[in-house]
């Protein structure tokens, strides 16, 4: 087989990332304070993280999407907004989302073989990969996706379709992005019936019509069919009502057929390129376990806030040489506790709240937390809570700005 070289391709050992636990996040409450984390949510560089993983996880992940810088050169805003004219981007609030811009190619294509081989190495023997790119280097891709898993464990080309406006003028438009489904072995889970979907109309109004529709066979209409290796899903459009505002967000749709299709319940599902969090709150929302990375703090924000609203326990955990700055004092803060009510007084801008109510002085335990409607941008100022102890609250605002205050 013909493989894909560049300049600096080589293969070190990778340093391994010394992970620190920052806290512990009960949704609402939920199994607070002793019911065991079914994700981990990680601030670090993916490379050093996955090294660190391997020990206790190589071999044993069922699922990885990964969703990787599309090497496209741009530095990409998140719109940090709420409540604001969809119609007027200009006078949109946005801050630093991530940045997907390289030396060179190469620097690209060795960034990307670095990670694919760690990610192989943790898949399970009967694990899947799926691969997200587009136009820019899915082809480069493949080639490094065949030499890391083999040609011969090559199985889908899945091309996702959506709608939108473009500025191209001298082309056809560029509304697709390539999906690559890999396996580690032959003996891959792929759940064929949890994502059968209705036959068209017209398909059934052909059968319907004509005995000799399909060539004299006749499929399970009722069952549905499986999908082609084509997807139609909306993207996260300005008023959709998944939007975050962090920049490339994927639809929760796709990464729930990904999802169904190929891990089951209790199954652990990772993605190391976090984002907006969509493949963990997938993940919980049917059941699996999570692992999920990035290294930039607004993805971990948005994701934790995200995870907030399913029933899932989860661990936000940081590499030690991501360093957050955490202000203990403001005053511009004011908080209140008493008769089962906390209660947050504030001139900043907060983005997501949490509280603990029997601060032990070491792990954040999170007990009730809340968060801005992705619409109106109001977010509730009083939570319930039983209080234990000792309180503490933390909070972050639309610009990052982290706060932890002892009331």
Known sequence: MPTLNWKGKLLSPPTPATLTLDSLLFPKGRGYPKARPDGRVIFGDNFAVMAAL?????????????????????????????????????????????HDDWADLDAYLQFLYERLTLMHRLLAADGTLYLHLDWHANSYARLILDEVFGAENFINEIVWTYHGPSPIRTAFNRKHDT?????????????????????????????????????????????????????????????????????????????????????????????????????????????????????????????????????SVFTVERDVRMKTEVASKSKKIKVKAGDGLVTLQTSLDVDFWEIDPDWNGKTFRSAAQAQRHVRSGVIPMELKIKIGGKVCIRLVTVEGKQFQLNV
């Open 54 to 98: 391997l020990p206790e996880y190589e071999g044993r992940i069922k699922l990885i999407y990964a969703d990787p810088p599309f090497f496209t050169n741009r530095k990409f805003q998140a719109r940090v907004g709420r409540g604001e004219d969809s119609r007027k981007p200009s006078k949109w609030k946005m801050a630093e989302g991530y």
């Open 179 to 311: 999906i690559l489904m890999y396996s580690k072995s032959k003996d891959y889970v792929f759940n064929v019936d949890d994502i059968r979907e209705p036959y068209n109309p017209n398909t059934l109004a052909t059968f319907k019509a004509s005995r000799k529709a399909g060539f004299g066979k006749i499929p399970d209409l009722e069952r549905g069919k499986v999908p082609e290796d084509w997807w139609y899903f909306p993207v996260v459009a300005r008023l959709h009502n998944e939007r975050t505002g962090y920049p490339t967000q994927k639809p929760e749709a796709l990464l729930e057929r990904i999802i169904l299709a190929s891990s089951n319940k209790g199954d652990l599902v990772a993605d190391f390129f976090c984002g907006s969090g969509t493949t963990a709150l997938a993940a919980a929302k049917h059941g699996r376990k999570f692992i999920t990375c990035d290294e930039a703090v607004r993805a971990i924000h948005t994701a934790r806030a995200r995870l907030a609203g399913t029933k």
